[in-house]
């Protein structure tokens, strides 16, 4: 079936290691998203990638990087976490203009 | 900028009874609703989508509607059974971004 695939599902670093979270999907799509989500709130839009074009929120930290070597793979790289960045990251795709976006499972991430 | 609310936050009810979640959002320009289904630690499954020119969308037991001008949407629920407990969050969209709302926690009782 196609889909969105976050790997790994739960990652424990430690305050100020860089971390990498991945997300690859079979969809095709042209558009792929990260949101974080704190406990008990709203997703929030960190970035996006229309095809390569990177697209960042005003308001996403510098601390907060993305990568797309190419239509199918999408990264998340976080290059000082602090305990505040502990939250479930949720990448999501979909066909600009459409507007339905289709979600992975998320990666729980753990900042001790 | 655009707000998403939904309340309320939490909801019990009996297995049985019909299920009434309500969002809203501040901006009416938008594209489309979406409505989305979250079990605890999980990812976000779509439920529904409605176009900004639509009323409404129904899949098997769930209904959705649209009142673009008012800025709110309603999800039914019918019958409700103990495996639709969940959080439920509607994401409202304005170009290419997603603004959502915090969600109702749906808990319904055997």
């Known amino acids: 079936d196609a889909m969105v695939i976050q790997n790994p599902r739960y990652q424990v670093t430690q305050f100020g290691k860089p971390v990498t979270l991945s997300c690859s999907q079979t969809?095709?799509?042209?558009?792929m998203y990260w949101y974080q989500q704190k406990s008990s709130q709203a997703p929030k839009l960190l970035f996006h990638?229309?095809?390569?074009?990177?697209?960042n929120e005003a308001d996403t930290p510098d601390n907060f990087q993305s990568r797309r070597p190419n239509t199918s793979f999408c990264f998340l790289d976080i290059r000082s976490p602090g305990l505040g960045d502990a939250a479930m990251y949720l990448c999501?795709?979909?066909?600009?203009?459409?507007?339905?976006?289709?979600f992975g499972p998320g990666t729980r991430l753990t900042v001790l | 900028k655009q707000e998403v609310t939904q309340i309320p936050a939490a909801l019990s009810v009996p297995e049985g009874e019909n299920l009434v979640l309500n969002c809203s959002f501040t901006?009416?320009?938008?594209?489309?609703l979406q409505w989305f289904r979250q079990d605890p630690g999980k990812g976000l499954t779509s439920l529904l989508l409605?176009?900004?020119?639509?009323r409404e969308q129904t899949s098997g037991r769930l209904n959705a509607s649209l009142d673009k001008s008012s800025g709110r949407s309603t999800l039914y629920i019918a019958a409700s059974q103990p495996g639709d407990s969940a959080t439920y969050l509607c994401?409202?969209?304005?170009?290419?971004?997603?603004?959502f709302g915090a969600g109702t926690t749906v808990t319904v009782r055997a």
């Open positions: 999501a795709t979909s066909i600009k203009g459409i507007g339905t976006q289709y």
């Open positions: 969809l095709n799509h042209n558009v």
């Open positions: 990638y229309y095809d390569k074009d990177f697209n």
């Open positions: 901006d009416s320009a938008i594209y489309n």
């Open positions: 409605i176009q900004s020119s639509q």
């Open positions: 994401a409202v969209r304005t170009d290419y971004k997603l603004s």
